[in-house]
C-alpha cells in the first residue's frame, strides 16, 4: 500500500500537473475574470517551477555532503541503490541520467576502496515487467572485469526501504561488517540516510550525480528550462518521502 501511495502522490504533487490545469481553464473557461487570474498564476507557477535558479536553491540546501572516509581504510562493501538504468521495449538494459551511481561503484571496487560492490535494485515500476536492474547492472560489471566474487546483487528491492532492509539480510548472510559506504544520488541520499539508520544499517553516506554543483550564478539560471522543471518532482518526491517516513515513525 505504502508503494502504490508514494507513487499516486508524486502524480499528484507535480508542479506541471498544476500549470496544465490551472491554463487549462484559462483556455476553455468563459469567465474572463477567472481566464485572467489562471492564466497569470498558470505562468508564474510554470516560469517559477522551470527556473534552475530556484531549483539550485533547494538542491544545495537539500543535499548531502560526502561522509568523511578514514585514509588508506578499505571498506567491506559499496552499497549502490538502483535506478541508474532502465529497459527498452525489447527488454534490453541502458544507462540513464544518475550512472553516477554505477560509476562511483566501480571507481572505489577498481581503486581498492572498497572489497565488495553490492547493486540493490529489482523493479520499481508500479506494473513491473521482467527486467531486474541488480541482474543487468552485473553483467555491466562483468564486461568492466569486476571479478563475480567482488559483486553482490539483491534484485527483490521496488523502493529505498526495501534497499535497507534487503540489503542487510544479504550483508550478514555474507558475514560482512559496516561501515558501509551508500551510494545514490545526493538529492536521494537525505532519505535514503534515514530509512538506512532506521533499518539499523551501519552506512556512511557517499553521494554522488550532484544536481546544482558548487559553480557560481549565471544568466542561464533565469531561463526557463525543462530539466529545472523535471527536477523538482525529483525534489517534492524526496521531501515528501522524508516527511511521511517522520510522521508514521518510519525514521
Not at 517559477?48 to 538542491?59: E, K, R, Y
Not at 532502465?86 to 572489497?115: C, E, H, P, Y
Not at 544520488?185 to 557517499?206: E, G, P, T
Not at 539560471?221 to 525543462?226: G, K, M, R, T, W
Request: include cysteine.
Amino acid at each position: 500500500m505504502f508503494f502504490i501511495l508514494s507513487k499516486v502522490l508524486s502524480f499528484l504533487l507535480c508542479p506541471f500537473l498544476y500549470a496544465f490545469v490551472l491554463l487549462a481553464v484559462a483556455v476553455f473557461s468563459k469567465k474572463s475574470k477567472l481566464k485572467r487570474k489562471c492564466l497569470l498564476w498558470g505562468f508564474i507557477v510554470l516560469w517559477t517551477f522551470s527556473t534552475p535558479l530556484f531549483l539550485n536553491l533547494l538542491a544545495r540546501a537539500w543535499d548531502v555532503a560526502p561522509g568523511k572516509l578514514e585514509p588508506n581504510k578499505t571498506y567491506s562493501a559499496a552499497i549502490v541503490l538502483g535506478g541508474f538504468s532502465g529497459d527498452d521495449k525489447n527488454g534490453k538494459g541502458s544507462f540513464n541520467w544518475a550512472a553516477d551511481r554505477f560509476i562511483q561503484g566501480v571507481m572505489l571496487q577498481k581503486t581498492g576502496r572498497v572489497k565488495k560492490i553490492l547493486i540493490s535494485s529489482g523493479n520499481g515500476n508500479l506494473f513491473a515487467d521482467g527486467f531486474r536492474e541488480a541482474d543487468w547492472a552485473k553483467s555491466q560489471l562483468n564486461i568492466l572485469q569486476v571479478p563475480d566474487s567482488c559483486i553482490l546483487i539483491e534484485n527483490q528491492s521496488r523502493n529505498t526501504r526495501e534497499n535497507a532492509s534487503l540489503s542487510k539480510q544479504l550483508l550478514i548472510k555474507q558475514h560482512e561488517k559496516g561501515p558501509y559506504l551508500l551510494i545514490t544520488s545526493a538529492f536521494h541520499m537525505r532519505r535514503s540516510l534515514q530509512i538506512f539508520k532506521k533499518s539499523n544499517v551501519d552506512v556512511i553516506a557517499y553521494p554522488c550525480n550532484y544536481v546544482a554543483g558548487d559553480r557560481g550564478w549565471s544568466f542561464s539560471d533565469f531561463i526557463p528550462s525543462a530539466d529545472a522543471l523535471s527536477g523538482w518532482n525529483i525534489y517534492i518526491k524526496e521531501i515528501v518521502g522524508v516527511v511521511v517516513n517522520l510522521i508514521t515513525g518510519r525514521a
